[in-house]
C-alpha cells in the first residue's frame, strides 16, 4: 500500500486508547521497561520545560505578574487565525477527501501522492512563494494591471491576517484531505445504499451513512490544524503578521529574558494539551485506522464524478502548489541563482540530512520502546505517555531549544551541539512516531506471535518474520514525516545549531533580509527539494519493490 | 504474555540502548573544538558579512566559520545563543552591526577586553573605555524618500518634521524594540533628555506613524509607495537604490544652529570570553578592523571606514560629510535597556 492518510491518521488520532479487538481489552504488566521508557521520554520534553520554569521562578519575584503583563489581544488574534485555518482548511480538505474517497476511480491515488507535495514543503516555504508571485512587479500584479485592478490589490493584500490565513490554509489542507479520504474509504457504502432503499434521500443518505465517519476526522484535523497554526511563527513573521509566539519572541529578542519568554509560552502550551485532551473526550473510543483494518468497498465513480473531481483536485494542487512552487522556480533561474545558492545549499543540506534522519530514527526508536511497553497495556499509561510527548509538539520550538540547553549544562555540559539539535527535533516529533508506531503494533494480533512460537521462531526471527514485515509501512511513513517535519524546523535549531551546522532553514531565514529575491527563491527551492526527493524516492522504490515481488511470485 | 514477545521486547530495548550509546558516543566526538577555525558570530545581513569572512579564511589560513543573524527572528538566534551559552561559548567573536548589542555583552560578562593594534587609527570616540568592543566601519540612519511621491523641496529636514501634520499617515518606523531603530529611539533619549523624546515618540503616534517590523519592511514599504518616507539604515536605503526604486536617502537635522545631528552607527567587533579559540580570534580581530575589510563593507553595503584614509567609492557618504549625532555609545546602550519597557508600551500602544 502506498504511504498515504491512513498513516496521517494515526498521528491524529487516537491510537489503542484503549485498542479495542474482538471485543475484549487485552493487557499484561511491563511496568519497569515502560517506566524507564517514559523516564527517557520525560528527559527530553518535561524535563527541559522544568528547568526553564525552575529558573523562571527561582529568578523572578513574581512570576506570575510576568504572564499577566503579556498582550492576550495577540493571543486571541493568535486564536482567530488558528481557528481561520482549521474551518476553512477542514473544509477544503473534506471537499477534496470526498473527491477522493467518495468513490473508486483511477488514477485517485496518483492524487493521493500528489497531495503530499503543498504538505511536505514548509508553511514560510509557501509564504515565500506567494510573496513572489504577488508581489508589485510580478506577473499577478502586472495582468490585475491589465484587467484593470489595482496592483496593489494583491502585492499588498498578501501582508496581512487574510494573507496568512489563505497561505496557512493552502499549506495544510492536504492534512484534512487525507484524514478525510481515509474515514470515506473506511465507510462501508452499503450503508448509503440501506438508507436509500430505506426512503432516505440522498442528502439525508450522505448524512446519516457517511458522515459519522467523516466527523472524527474532521474533528481530528481541525485540531492538528489549530495546534501547527497557533504555533507558527515562520508563516506571520515573513507575512508581517503580529501573532502571540511574536511575544514570545520579544520576550527573548528585546529584552533577552529567559524566564518571561518561558512563562509567556506557558499559553499556548496549555491551549495545545488541552486541545487535544478536548480531542480525546470527544473520541474515546474511535477505532484505530492502519494498514490492519480493512477498508470498505465503495462504488465506481462516474464519468462526471472523475471529470468535476479530476479538475477540482488539478485546481487545488495548482494554487497549492504549482503555481507558487512554479514561479519560484523561474525566479530562481535569475542571476544564476540556482548555481550561486547550490554552492552555499551543500553544507545546510548535508547537516539538515543528517539532524533529520538522526531525529527520525531517534524518534522510532523511542515509538519502538513504547509500542513493546505499551502493548495490552493499562490505558493511563498510553495517555500518561501520549502527555509526556504532546508537550514537545505543543510548546514553541525556541523554548524547548532553550530548555534543553540549559538542561545540558546542568546534566552533560560536554553534549555536543549536534546531538542536542537532534535530541531537540527528536522531542519535537515524537509524538507523531509513537502515534504511529504504537497504534500499528498493539494492532498486531496476538495469534500472529504465538503461531511464531509454536513454529519454534527465536525473537529475531519473531521480529524479522512477523512483526517487521507487518510494521513495515507504519515505520517507513513514521520516518518520513518525522524526516520532512525536521528538515523544515527552525525554532528549535536556531537556538541549537553547532557553528557551521545550520540547517537549510536557517541559510534560507539568514539570507532572506536583504539578498536578490531569486537567490531567496532558489534557496527555499532547495529546501523544496530536499523534503520532496526521498519522499517520492522512498514512495517509487517501494512501489518498484511491490511490482517486483509480486511479478517474482507470479514466476514463482 | 508470550516468551517470545518477551525476548523480542528484550532485544529491541537492548539495540536500543547499544544505538543510543554509539550515537551519543560518536556524535560527541565532533564537538572537539578545533584550534585552526575561528567562529565569529555576526549580526550583521549575511549577504555583506559572509564573503568578508571567506576572505579572512583565504588570507589567514584559518576556518573561520560565521552563526549569522536572522532579521526575520530579530536577532533570537544570535545574542541569545551567546547568553545561553555563557557557561560554555561555542564562538569566539562578536561582530555587531551596533554597539548595542555589544554593550549589552559587556554587561553581562560575555565579553573580553583586547586592545587590538590594528584599532590605534580608528578614532577613540568609536571605542569601548575598557576595550571589549572596538567599532570599524559605519552606518547613519537615514530617512528613505519616495521620490514619486515627495518632492525634493517639501522633503523633511529634521525628525521633528515627521510629526508635523504634512507627515500624518505618511511616515514609517520599524518596530523600536529590535535591532538598529532601538538603538537610534536611545539615542534619541540619551542626546534630547528623557521628556523631550517622550514628547517626540506620542506626536509621532499621534500623527499615526506606520510601525512595520523592520528596516527592511520601511524600506518595500517607502520603494513601493505604501508610505512617503521611513527612517531606516543606510545599507537597507543602498539596496533599495540598488534595485532601481524611485528612492532618495537624506540625512536629518544637518543644518541649524545647534544641530542635532544624524546617527552614525559603527559595527562592532568584540572577543568572547573564554571562547575556543582565543589565539586564531585575536588574529581574526585585527584581520576585521583593517582597512581591507572596511574597504569591502564600503564597496558591498555603502559603509563609511572609521580609519581614515580608506579608499571608497563615490556613492559612500564620508562621515567627513556627515554632521554626527554626538553619543556617548555605552551609554546610548544603557539607555536602551532602561527605555525598553516604555518601548514595548509605546509600540503597542493605539
Known amino acids: 500500500m502506498p504511504i498515504n492518510s491512513r498513516r496521517l491518521c494515526l498521528i491524529s488520532r487516537n491510537g489503542p486508547n484503549p485498542v479495542k479487538r474482538h471485543g475484549e481489552l487485552r493487557f499484561s504488566d511491563t511496568s519497569c521497561a515502560w517506566l524507564a521508557t517514559l523516564t527517557c521520554a520525560a528527559a527530553l520534553t518535561v524535563l527541559p520545560l522544568s528547568i526553564l520554569y525552575i529558573r523562571a521562578f527561582l529568578e523572578t519575584d513574581a512570576p506570575g505578574s510576568i504572564l499577566a503583563a503579556a498582550d492576550f489581544s495577540l493571543l486571541g488574534r493568535t486564536f482567530a487565525l488558528a481557528g481561520i485555518v482549521a474551518l476553512f482548511g477542514t473544509a477544503l480538505g473534506l471537499l477534496v477527501g470526498q473527491c477522493l474517497g467518495g468513490r473508486e476511480w483511477r488514477g485517485r491515488n496518483t492524487f493521493r501522492l500528489l497531495l503530499l507535495l503543498p504538505l511536505v514543503v514548509p508553511p514560510y516555504v509557501h509564504a515565500v512563494g506567494w510573496t513572489n508571485l504577488l508581489r508589485m512587479e510580478g506577473p499577478v500584479s502586472r495582468a490585475s494591471q491589465v484587467i484593470g485592478l489595482s496592483s496593489s490589490l494583491l502585492s499588498e493584500g498578501i501582508y496581512s491576517f487574510g494573507g496568512a490565513a489563505f497561505v496557512l490554509t493552502l499549506a495544510y489542507f492536504p492534512i484534512a484531505a487525507l484524514l478525510a479520504e481515509k474515514a470515506l474509504a473506511l465507510s462501508p457504502y452499503s450503508l448509503v445504499e440501506t438508507a436509500s432503499v430505506f426512503g432516505a434521500n440522498r442528502w439525508q443518505a450522505y448524512l446519516y451513512a457517511r458522515w459519522p465517519y467523516l466527523r472524527s476526522a474532521a474533528l481530528s484535523s481541525g485540531v492538528i490544524l489549530f495546534l501547527l497554526t497557533a504555533a507558527e511563527l515562520g508563516v506571520p513573521t515573513i507575512l508581517k503578521v503580529s501573532v502571540f509566539t511574536f511575544e514570545v519572541f520579544t520576550q527573548l529578542s528585546a529584552f533577552n529574558d529567559f524566564s518571561s519568554a518561558t512563562m509567556f509560552a506557558t499559553p499556548l502550551t496549555v491551549a495545545g494539551v488541552a486541545l487535544v485532551f478536548f480531542e480525546r473526550q470527544l473520541l474515546p473510543n474511535e477505532e484505530v485506522q492502519s494498514d490492519l483494518v480493512e477498508a470498505g468497498h465503495q462504488p465506481s465513480a462516474t464519468t462526471r464524478y472523475k471529470l468535476v473531481s479530476t479538475m477540482f483536485l488539478l485546481a487545488c494542487l495548482a494554487v497549492a502548489f504549482g503555481v507558487p512552487i512554479g514561479h519560484m522556480l523561474s525566479t530562481a533561474f535569475e542571476r544564476n541563482a540556482l548555481y550561486e545558492m547550490g554552492r552555499v545549499a551543500v553544507n545546510p543540506a548535508r547537516a539538515t540530512i543528517l539532524y533529520s534522519v538522526s531525529a527520525a530514527v531517534v524518534t522510532i526508536l523511542l515509538a519502538g520502546l513504547f509500542a513493546a511497553t505499551l502493548r495490552n497495556g493499562k490505558p493511563w499509561r498510553y495517555r500518561l505517555s501520549d502527555s509526556v510527548l504532546i508537550v514537545g509538539f505543543a510548546v514553541p520550538g525556541v523554548i524547548l531549544a532553550l530548555g534543553l540547553l540549559f538542561g545540558s549544562h546542568a546534566f552533560a555540559p560536554t553534549a555536543s551541539a549536534t546531538v542536542l539539535v537532534i535530541l531537540a527535533l527528536a522531542a519535537r516529533y515524537a509524538t507523531i512516531s509513537y502515534r504511529t508506531l504504537v497504534a500499528s503494533y498493539a494492532q498486531v494480533p496476538d495469534e500472529f506471535l504465538e503461531a511464531a512460537k509454536v513454529e519454534g521462531a527465536t525473537g529475531i526471527e519473531t521480529l524479522r518474520f512477523v512483526v517487521f514485515p507487518l510494521l513495515r509501512v507504519p515505520l517507513l511513513v513514521a520516518f518520513l514525516i518525522v524526516f520532512v517535519l525536521s528538515v523544515g524546523e527552525i525554532g528549535s535549531t536556531i537556538m541549537l545549531y553547532p557553528p557551521g551546522g545550520e540547517t537549510l532553514p536557517i541559510a534560507l531565514y539568514s539570507i532572506e533580509a536583504n539578498s536578490p529575491r531569486s537567490y531567496v527563491a532558489a534557496m527555499a527551492l532547495y529546501e523544496v527539494l530536499l523534503c520532496v526527493t526521498p519522499f517520492l524516492g522512498l514512495l517509487i522504490a517501494y512501489g518498484v519493490f511491490r511490482s517486483a515481488r509480486t511479478a517474482w511470485r507470479r514466476i514463482a | ?350
Open chain 2, 1 to 350: 504474555m508470550t516468551t517470545k514477545l518477551l525476548i523480542f521486547r528484550r532485544w529491541f530495548c537492548a539495540q536500543s540502548v547499544v544505538a543510543a550509546a554509539a550515537f551519543w558516543v560518536l556524535a560527541g566526538c565532533s564537538q572537539q573544538p578545533s584550534t585552526d577555525r575561528v567562529v565569529v558570530y555576526t549580526s550583521v545581513d549575511r549577504i555583506f558579512s559572509e564573503p568578508v569572512l571567506q576572505e579572512a579564511s583565504r588570507d589567514l589560513g584559518i576556518e573561520v566559520v560565521g552563526v549569522y543573524d536572522t532579521e526575520e527572528t530579530k536577532s533570537t538566534g544570535l545574542v541569545n545563543r551567546l547568553l545561553a551559552r555563557r557557561d560554555n561559548p561555542d564562538g569566539d567573536i562578536f561582530w555587531s552591526g551596533d554597539p548595542a548589542r555589544a554593550a549589552l555583552l559587556k554587561s553581562q560578562g560575555i565579553t573580553d577586553s583586547y586592545d587590538s593594534p590594528a584599532a590605534a587609527p580608528i578614532p577613540t570616540h568609536f571605542k569601548d573605555t575598557d576595550d571589549h568592543w572596538i567599532g570599524f566601519s559605519a552606518r547613519t540612519r537615514v530617512l528613505l524618500v519616495n521620490t514619486d511621491l515627495v518632492q525634493e523641496a517639501e522633503e523633511p529636514k529634521s525628525i521633528f518634521d515627521l510629526t508635523k501634520p504634512e507627515w500624518e499617515g505618511r511616515v514609517a518606523i520599524a518596530n523600536p524594540l529590535f535591532g538598529t531603530t532601538s538603538f537610534h529611539i536611545a539615542a534619541l533619549f540619551d542626546k534630547l533628555g528623557d521628556d523631550r523624546a517622550e514628547q517626540w515618540l506620542t506626536d509621532l503616534k499621534t500623527n499615526d506613524v506606520s510601525i512595520v517590523s523592520s528596516n527592511g519592511e520601511v524600506k518595500r514599504q517607502v520603494a513601493t509607495g505604501q508610505v512617503a518616507v521611513g527612517l531606516t539604515d543606510s545599507d537597507d536605503a543602498g539596496e533599495a537604490i540598488k534595485d532601481g526604486a524611485s528612492v532618495r536617502s537624506i540625512l536629518l537635522d544637518q543644518g541649524g544652529a545647534d544641530p542635532l545631528g544624524n546617527l552614525v552607527m559603527p559595527n562592532t567587533v568584540s572577543l568572547i570570553r573564554n571562547g575556543p579559540n582565543p589565539e586564531g580570534a585575536r588574529k581574526v580581530v585585527d584581520y576585521l578592523l583593517g582597512s581591507g575589510v572596511q574597504r569591502m563593507l564600503a564597496e558591498s553595503c555603502a559603509q563609511a571606514p572609521l580609519t581614515p584614509g580608506v579608499d571608497v567609492p563615490e556613492n559612500v557618504v564620508s562621515l567627513d560629510a556627515v554632521v554626527p549625532m554626538n553619543v556617548n555609545y555605552s551609554a546610548v546602550a544603557d539607555k536602551l535597556e532602561e527605555i525598553m519597557p516604555y518601548l514595548k508600551e509605546w509600540a503597542e500602544s493605539r
